[in-house]
């Protein structure tokens, strides 16, 4: 089973991402500002992220960068989520790794497709990763 954090200030949000993740098969685990998902990463690790940007004490941009920066968690794909479209410039710029970008409001199908897609291309690399290394201890 697949596992999801759901990270966003507003907890209506939260909790319409979590019946969404838990409707499509996820373990879900909830975060209300990138601190405290920082801190559940680590323990939960979770195989796929949807975040909010702006959020106080913590947000999504520096969340991110600490994901990133984490050896355990430096691979885990990230969903930003933002009722600012303007932050898709910043995104465009900053082009962070493993993400994608969506703007509220957005389509309850879209993101569990997307969602889908970023780990079906993760499982693809892990498979590849695997043969690679098989291939090596072979010779």
């Known amino acids: 089973m697949n596992k ?3 990270v966003d ?12 993740f838990d409707a499509g098969g996820y373990e879900v685990c909830e975060a209300g500002n990138g601190l405290e998902a920082m801190k559940k990463a680590l323990v939960f690790r979770p195989d796929i992220v949807v975040t909010d940007i702006c959020m106080p004490i913590m947000g999504g941009w520096e969340f991110i960068k600490n994901l990133r920066e984490n050896e355990l968690t430096c691979h885990i794909p990230v969903i930003m ?3 600012r479209p303007s932050e898709r410039d910043v995104f465009h710029t900053e082009k ?3 993400c994608r970008f969506m703007t509220k409001p957005f ?6 497709k997307m ?3 970023m780990l079906s291309k993760r499982d693809c690399c892990v498979a590849v990763d695997v ?3 098989e291939v090596s201890s072979v010779d």
């Open 4 to 6: 999801a954090l759901i």
């Open 9 to 20: 200030d507003e907890e209506d949000v939260r909790e319409l991402l979590k019946c969404l």
């Open 107 to 112: 389509e309850l199908d879209a993101i569990m």
């Open 131 to 133: 043969s690679v290394r």
């Open 81 to 83: 989520v933002t009722g």
């Open 115 to 117: 969602s889908r897609r």
């Open 96 to 98: 962070p790794s493993n």
